[in-house]
């Protein structure tokens, strides 16, 4: 299933051709929620592949996909910080491999082994940064439909085939892509030890206990999706040039989120995790990459990722549970199953100097429940779940621009008063209002608010 829009861009930029190296700067941290340690073993330099020019791939024109009425909408963070720091982000590749066997050579013809097992991306439509995109801002009583997700990927294929008892076999690599909805990830915060604010730096990762990147298995992923790739997925390089074309993965993972009336805010994160087994299994220093020689030997195959960063982009912005949209990935140290500090099986990329974002495309469709509908006025007013159902009472999200006694009252089809609530006291911004549906009938309902700025009406429906 294929999608595009007009907003709908992967960007891969001019990379570099050095090799900037970044120490993992841990300042020494306390992690919310009982977990306290620092992370000082974990100082290795990230090593990113800037050697390369990457060329922009044609885009496929398609429709929207639209599984049900409501908010259908295409999110990329990437494209989102862009608008809101007015900075453009830059590209890097990072090569990911079930061990640290494989190597690549860069452009300045320093040589590092590949140290980063498996990648991933979590996702939350509640990240204020998409108000700026723009795009439709989800509140926490929006469960919603993964319905697409799209990135640019880098398969570099210097082995096609193999002598197997004499007989030559084509080779085929596997691409593992896990999902998870909030029950499988740790939501959590920590805070650095030198900041005199304390604040907390939130941020979204699988439950890594499990893991296990060579077998691509975690028990808390929802499902798997595992792709073949054959010579026919290859991307094309220029060693001379230091470019490649690269292609685009398009995938539909079809999960709903957790988030239901009254839950967390959490419970709309969500997470893609990405992992490459190749069939012949690298030996120590094959090389996927070589920048300085195109006829370079020991060679094998390798998958990458295309990360995206801003320099002036701080974790300040990374501060609240509206904003757990890290990459994350798995470090050498953390392979298979050890664990290092707090850390084990992902480690969230917020906890770097530098925040790495997926460059990848993300289509949700959801129910009609967004903050912008809720704010386009000084009252906002809207039913969830809708449909209701007699046995499961109905939440009447009110929005404020300010404190006021607000009081409700239900009206069914013939103007008859079938439910009403006493006034309360609610707080600017956000809130609840319970309605008690298990002594309506199946029918169509409306139901009014009465604040101090006015009153506001909505329908509903009881299955």
């Known amino acids: 299933m294929v999608f595009c829009s007009e907003s709908l861009y992967l960007r891969i930029k001019t990379f570099k051709k050095h090799i900037e190296m970044k120490k993992l700067l841990f300042l020494g941290f306390t992690v919310l929620a009982a977990m306290s340690a620092n992370a000082q073993n974990l100082r290795q330099p990230i090593v990113r592949d800037q050697g390369i020019r990457a060329i922009t791939p044609a885009r496929a024109k398609s429709a929207k996909i ?6 259908s909408e295409l999110y990329n963070y990437v494209d989102a910080y862009t608008n809101s720091t007015s900075n453009q982000s830059k590209n890097t590749l990072f090569w990911i491999a079930p061990d640290s066997n494989a190597c690549v050579v860069y452009p300045t013809g320093g040589k590092s082994n590949v140290n980063f097992h498996g990648l991933g991306g979590s996702f939350d439509p509640k990240d204020s940064t998409f108000i700026d995109a723009p795009n439709t ?16 990927k880098a398969y570099r294929r210097n082995v096609d085939q193999v002598d197997v008892n004499g007989s030559l076999v084509d080779v085929v690599d596997t691409l593992f892509v896990q999902y998870y909805d909030a029950s499988g990830m740790n939501i959590t915060a920590y805070n650095y030890q030198s900041d005199p604010l304390k604040k907390a730096y939130w941020y979204g990762v699988p439950k890594g206990s499990t893991f296990v990147p060579f077998k691509a298995t975690n028990k808390s992923a929802l499902k798997t999706d595992t792709i073949l790739l054959t010579a026919a997925d290859r991307d094309s390089f220029n060693i001379t040039d230091q470019t490649y074309f690269p292609r685009v993965i398009t995938l539909t993972p079809d999960f709903n989120s957790l988030s239901t009336n009254g839950t967390a805010l959490t419970s709309n994160v969500v ?18 990459m070589d920048w300085t020689n195109a006829n370079f030997t ?8 295309s990360l995206a960063y801003f320099d002036k982009i701080p974790h300040d912005n990374l501060n609240t549970p509206y904003r757990i949209n890290n990459t994350f990935w798995t ?23 530098t925040g790495y974002m997926m460059n990848a495309d993300i289509h949700i ?19 969830y779940p809708n449909p209701s159902t007699s046995n499961n009472n109905a939440t009447a999200v009110v929005n404020l621009k300010s404190a006021s006694m607000v009081s409700a009252k239900v009206y069914d089809m013939n103007g008859r008063v ?3 609530t006493s006034a309360q006291t609610m707080n600017a911004g956000l809130n609840e209002l319970p309605l008690a ?25 009881v299955k």
């Open 66 to 71: 639209s599984r049900r009425a409501g908010t």
């Open 137 to 152: 801002l989800l509140t926490k009583f929006n469960p919603y439909h993964v319905d697409t997700i799209r990135f640019v």
């Open 271 to 288: 997470a893609y995790s990405i992992n490459f087994k190749p069939m012949i299994p690298a030996q120590l220093n094959d090389t996927i």
């Open 298 to 305: 020991k060679k094998t195959n390798g998958f990458g990722i």
């Open 331 to 353: 470090y050498s140290e953390l392979l298979p199953g050890k664990v290092v500090s707090i850390w084990q099986g992902y480690v969230p990329t917020t906890i770097y100097p």
């Open 365 to 383: 469709t959801c129910d009609n429940l967004s903050t912008k509908e809720l704010m386009n006025s000084n009252i906002g007013l809207a039913v």
């Open 418 to 420: 079938v439910l009403a």
């Open 437 to 461: 549906t298990s002594n309506l009938s199946t029918g169509i309902y409306t139901v009014t608010i009465e604040t101090a700025a006015g009153t506001k009406s909505s329908k509903f429906i």
